[in-house]
C-alpha cells in the first residue's frame, strides 16, 4: 500500500512539473534587449569614444572582462560606477540587392547602429577613465562610440502555442522585413530582424509583428524565375494567370518588437514555422 502510494505521489509531481513548464512563457535575454541594434535617422553624437585598452601594442579588439580608456574623465563629470553603452555605425558590405527596393528603403529609415557592448567604468583620471567591459555582444575596437548606458524596457513574449498559420489579415500597418542583424538575408526563430515602421507610424515596444509571404510575387525574396509559383517547367502549370493578390498568403512567424526609431523597428522573432528572407512582409498584429 504504501508502495503504491510513493507511486502516486511521484506520477502527480510529474504531472504537476510538467503542466509548469507548458504554463512557462519564454523569455528574452540580457543580448536580446542589449545586442540588438537599431536602424534611425536620429542623430548620435560622435564626441565620446574608446580611445584604447590594455595590450593595445597588439590587440586590435576588445573582449568581455577587458580593460579599455575612454576619452571622457572627472573634468566631463564621469564617477566610478558609471555605465556606458558601445555602439558602432556599420554599412551593407555585400554590396548584393537581396530584394527589390531594399536598399533605397533601408538608405531612408537612416543609418544602421550595431550594440558592441557595456562598460563600467573602475579608475577615473582628469580627461580619461578606464572601463572594464562588463558585456560585449561581438568585439569592441578603437573608436567605437559610447553613450551613457539607459536602461532597456523588455517586451514580454508570448507563448508561440496560440500561432495561427493560417491567420487572416490583420488590417493594420504592414511593412517588410529590410535586412537582419549584421546584415544577413535570411533567418528563424530568435533572430533580430528590422522593418520599415517606426514609432512615427504608432510602433511601440512590445508590439507583435507577424511574418507573412505573398505567393508568386513578381519580386519573390529567393533568386528564382518569375512565377516560379505557379508555372514550374516539367511539373504542370495553371491554365489561368494566378498572381499574388487572388491566391492565400503563407503566414511564416512572428516577433515582438525590441526598439522603435522614427521610421524603423527592431524585430526579435519569437517563432518561425520555417526560413524566412530580406523582403518578406510583416504586420502589426
Avoid at 14 to 41: E, N, R, W
Wanted: charged letters at 20%.
Amino acid at each position: 500500500m504504501r508502495g503504491k502510494t510513493v507511486l502516486l505521489g511521484l506520477i502527480f509531481t510529474f504531472m504537476s512539473a510538467g503542466a509548469h513548464a507548458q504554463a512557462k512563457l519564454p523569455t528574452t535575454t540580457q543580448d536580446d534587449i542589449y545586442c540588438s541594434g537599431t536602424v534611425t535617422t536620429e542623430a548620435v553624437p560622435h564626441d565620446h569614444f574608446v580611445v584604447s585598452g590594455e595590450e593595445s601594442e597588439f590587440v586590435n579588439t576588445f573582449q568581455e572582462g577587458a580593460y579599455v580608456y575612454i576619452n571622457e574623465g572627472a573634468s566631463q563629470g564621469v564617477k566610478v560606477g558609471d555605465e556606458f553603452t558601445v555602439i558602432r555605425p556599420v554599412e551593407e558590405f555585400h554590396g548584393v540587392q537581396w530584394s527589390k527596393w531594399q536598399f533605397s528603403i533601408l538608405k531612408k529609415l537612416g543609418q544602421v547602429w550595431e550594440d558592441e557592448g557595456r562598460l563600467r567604468v573602475v579608475v577615473v583620471l582628469p580627461e580619461t577613465s578606464i572601463a572594464q567591459i562588463e558585456n560585449s555582444c561581438n568585439y569592441i575596437q578603437r573608436g567605437d562610440v559610447i553613450l551613457p548606458f539607459v536602461p532597456r524596457p523588455t517586451p514580454p513574449v508570448k507563448s508561440s502555442a496560440n500561432f495561427d498559420r493560417f491567420a487572416p489579415p490583420s488590417g493594420k500597418a504592414t511593412a517588410m522585413i529590410i535586412t537582419g542583424k549584421g546584415f544577413v538575408i535570411s533567418g528563424g526563430t530568435n533572430n533580430i530582424v528590422y522593418v520599415n515602421l517606426g514609432n512615427a507610424q504608432g510602433v511601440k515596444v512590445g508590439d507583435y509583428f507577424r511574418i507573412f509571404r505573398y505567393t508568386g510575387t513578381q519580386h519573390e525574396e529567393v533568386y528564382q524565375d518569375k512565377r516560379v509559383a505557379f508555372d514550374v517547367y516539367g511539373y504542370g502549370s495553371v491554365p489561368a494567370k494566378y498572381n499574388w493578390s487572388n491566391v492565400p498568403r503563407e503566414v511564416i512567424g512572428e516577433g515582438v518588437v525590441v526598439r522603435t526609431s522614427p521610421n524603423a523597428s527592431t524585430v526579435l522573432v519569437t517563432f518561425s514555422l520555417r526560413e524566412f528572407y530580406v523582403g518578406d512582409y510583416v504586420e502589426v498584429e
